[in-house]
C-alpha cells in the first residue's frame, strides 16, 4: 500500500513537471513568434550593434553605470504597486483639442509647429517636413490588444486622418513608444523611419521595407527632405519580453533645420550627455522634454528623471522653449497623474523657463506666444 501510494505521488509529480515544462515552452515560444512583441537582433543589424562602442557583452550600455538596486527600493516598488493611494487615473475627462482632419492636409508652412498628441508623441512641422516622434495611436501600451495601460483620452486626430508624414524618430522599444499598428500604417503610406541601432528589427518583424529604415548609433545623422536627423544620447534601457534586454538601443534625436532646431529626449534619466548635445548643436528652438514617470527610488530616477531634472535638461541642451511630455496618457508609474507637469510648472517658474503646456492637440508655433493655462487642475 505505501509502495502504491508513492508511485500515485512519483506520477502526479512527473505530470506537473511535464505540465509546467509545457507552458514554459509555449509561453517562449508565444513572446518569440507574436508578432507585436517585435523581432530579434540578427544579420546585418547585430553586426551593426557589435560594432558599436556602446555594446557590450550582447547588450547595450549606457555610459554612466546603473546604481545597483537595493533591497528597500524593491519594497517601495511593491509597497507602491499594491497599497500605493496615489491618484493615478484622471477622475474625469482630460479636455482634447480635436485636430480638424481639413487643416493638416494643406501644404505644410515654413517654421516651426509641434502638437502634442499625448504622451510622448508630437507632430512636427518643420521647414516644410511632417514628422513624428515615438507616435501611438493605440489604446494600450501594450503587445495584446485590450490589456495593459488603457489611454485616458482618445488621440486628437484619427491615425488615418494624418496627411502623409515625411519620418518618423523612435527613441526606443517600450510600448508606449513604439507601436505595431501605427507603424504598419504609417509605412503603408510611405513614412520613412529614424530608429536607434536594433530596433530596425521589431521594423523588419512588421514587414516594413528596408529601404524605410535608418538604423543609427549615437551621433550619427542622416538626411531627409533638406532636414538632418542625429541620433543623440539618452540614458535608459530597452526591451519588449522576458529575454530581450538591452538588445537593442536607445536615444534622444535632434533634428536640424535650415532655420529651426529641434531636440526630443526620449525617456532618459539625466546626465551630462545634455550639456554635450547642447554644446555641439544647440542651441534648440525647441526642446521637446519628458517629465513624467520616474520613482521610487535611485535605480528608477537613473533613467527616468523627474520633473526638476527635466529643467535642468531644457537648460543644458539650450533649448528657448520647453515642451513637456510622457505624462497625462498612460497610468504606467507611482505618482498622481498630474504630478510631473504641477513640479514641473514649479521648477520652470523658478528657472525662468518658458514653459509651455498646451492642451493635447493644441499647436505650439515657434516666436509665438501660446495662452498656457493649468488646464489640468480643471479635471476634478
Known sequence: MHRTRSSSKSRRFKWAIVVLSFVVVGSVLFLRNWPSFGGTI??????????????QDGKFANTLPHPPLESGDVWDYLKEQFF???MRVPPSAIPISAIPPASMQTQSPPGLRAIWLGHSSVYIELDGLRLLVDPVFSNHASPLSGIGPKRFHAPPIAMTDLPKIDAVMISHDHYDHLDMRTIQYLSSKGTHFFVPLGVGSHLDEWEIPDSRITELDWWESAEIGGLTIICTPAQHYSGRGIFDYKETFWSSWSIIGPKYRVFYSGDTGFSNHFQLIGNQLGPFDLGIIRIGQYGPGASWIYSNMDPED???AHIAVQARRMLPVHWGTFNIAFHDWDEPIRRAVDAANQRNVDLVTPRVGEVVVAGEPLGSHSWWEEVR
Open 84 to 86: 500605493g493611494d496615489q
Open 310 to 312: 527635466a529643467v535642468r
Open 42 to 55: 540578427s544579420g546585418e543589424r547585430l553586426k551593426s550593434a557589435q560594432a558599436s562602442s556602446h555594446y
